[in-house]
């Protein structure tokens, strides 16, 4: 096991002095705690080889320390309570709803069918036209503003990859629009909001579903193209990366969304390592911004979190990444059969899961099922039952959380984070870092 440790521990030693503290600070940490801290680290990382071929429940319980340790010595930014801004940058049905009903309700599922009808309608400058007025306007300062007065502290801004590079390999897209990002950033930056810049559609879409910009039955993982991501002159995650560097709002960057499960576990793992060493070389450093690795759903875990420990070595070798899980409760079969006090329990295991890895709950809802509204006396009491559950559990999230979405369709309650919050389903009393023992002085 001595022989396991060393690399880890040789790389550990690289990794224990953050970059802020290699180069003149104002108020540099105390040795004692960083050396403190150090040793920790190290006592965990020797825990962790000792118990990963033995028992993997205790190795993710030490290797949770560890991360919670090099999380302290590297991360000053508090933990992510935000808001998905879906449907600006990459356009989905929900959200973009009123686009969708205008041009194309019934014969179009995703941002790319969409701009197929709209350009069959309108002609190709027309439609681009369309399309551009509503990246001015879908989104405002107005709204950023509104996000910081009910106590969020950060957003996620999904994107398509041709917003940064504009469309590639004869895809249909319109692009690039990165003044759009940069006037959003520079609104962050004035309210002091934390942003996640997340790559929700990637070159040859990361899944043949709606999210990724466009829907295709017949998708196979070889279509991605990793490639245009990270590794071309030009590509999608080094252009973020270099021209927000040292950007006071930008505190996270995520290098996909919503992965297949088609796409080979080892695959998904080496474009993660990839994707991270491309990200810190164009200077993003570990102590300024955290990089998020969708793993999308909870069934995979699993899998992932031992390829990514034993094969890639990936938390030894990477610091301030973070496991991506979307929690839903209302997509699936057996989703749909529970109950509302069902729901409520499974909560209790999301939280469980949420301390074994360093984590962010990318996107989560009140969409609850029919059965579980039904099994209710009240609908009002159970949204806000079901989002103060789901408060609590991912409030164990490492990253923090962001509930998917700022606005949606009128028609689909429980995705609308402006009407939960004027319902009072949603309470950011919830949130915010206010004692337990105090929030129900809060407003009166």
Request: with cysteine; aromatic share 12%.
């Amino acid at each position: 096991m001595a022989i396991l440790s060393l690399p880890f521990l040789q790389r550990l030693r690289l990794q224990c002095v953050p970059a802020r503290m290699r180069r003149p600070v104002r108020m540099p940490a105390p040795s004692q705690v960083v050396l403190s801290r150090v040793r920790t680290l190290s006592l965990c990382a020797v825990a962790y080889w000792r118990e990963v071929s033995q028992d993997l429940g205790k190795a993710a319980a030490s290797l949770a320390r560890f991360l919670e340790m090099q999380r302290r010595l590297y991360w000053r930014r508090p933990p992510w309570r935000g808001v998905n801004l879906g449907g600006w940058l990459l356009l989905e049905p929900g959200p973009s709803h009123e686009l969708f009903q205008q041009f194309g309700a019934r014969n179009s599922h995703c941002e790319w069918q969409l701009l197929h009808q709209m350009r069959n309608k309108l002609g190709p400058q027309r439609a681009a036209e369309v399309l551009e007025a509503h990246r001015s306007t879908f989104v405002t300062e107005e709204d950023f503003q509104q996000i910081k007065s009910y106590g969020f502290n950060a957003v996620r801004i999904p994107f398509g990859y041709w917003i940064v590079t504009g469309p590639s390999n004869g895809d249909l897209y319109v692009g690039p629009a990165l003044d759009i990002l940069d006037r959003a950033l520079a609104w962050c930056k004035h309210l002091g909001l934390q942003v996640l810049l997340d790559l929700h559609g990637a070159p040859g879409g990361e899944s043949g579903e709606t999210p990724c910009g466009r829907e295709m039955k017949d998708w196979r993982w070889e279509r991605w193209r990793f490639e245009e991501s990270l590794e071309a002159k030009g590509s999608a995650l080094k252009i973020i990366a270099e021209r927000y560097k040292g950007h006071p709002a930008v505190s996270g960057i995520a290098v996909c969304n919503e992965p297949s499960e088609k796409v080979p576990a080892d695959v998904l793992c080496q474009f993660y390592d990839q994707a991270i060493q491309a990200i810190r070389a164009a200077g993003m450093p570990p102590d300024e911004v955290s990089i998020v690795l969708p793993v999308y759903r909870t069934e995979r875990l699993d899998e992932i979190w031992r390829l990514w420990n034993k094969v890639f070595d990936g938390f030894a070798r990477h610091a301030n990444v973070a496991f991506d899980l979307h929690l839903y409760h209302c997509f699936g079969a057996w989703w749909q059969r529970q109950g509302l006090k069902s729901h409520l329990r499974m909560t209790k295991r999301d939280r469980k899961i949420l301390r074994r890895v360093p984590a962010v709950v990318g996107e989560w809802s009140l969409a609850l099922p029919d059965r579980a509204m039904a099994s209710s006396e009240n609908d009002e009491e159970a949204y806000r039952s079901f989002a103060s559950a789901q408060l609590d559990a991912y409030g164990h999230a490492s990253h923090g959380w962001f509930f998917w979405n700022w606005r949606d369709s009128p028609e689909h309650h429980g995705w609308d984070a402006k009407m939960c919050l004027q319902r009072h389903w949603l309470s950011p009393v919830e949130w915010k870092d206010i004692p337990r023992s105090q929030r129900s002085l809060v407003g009166k």
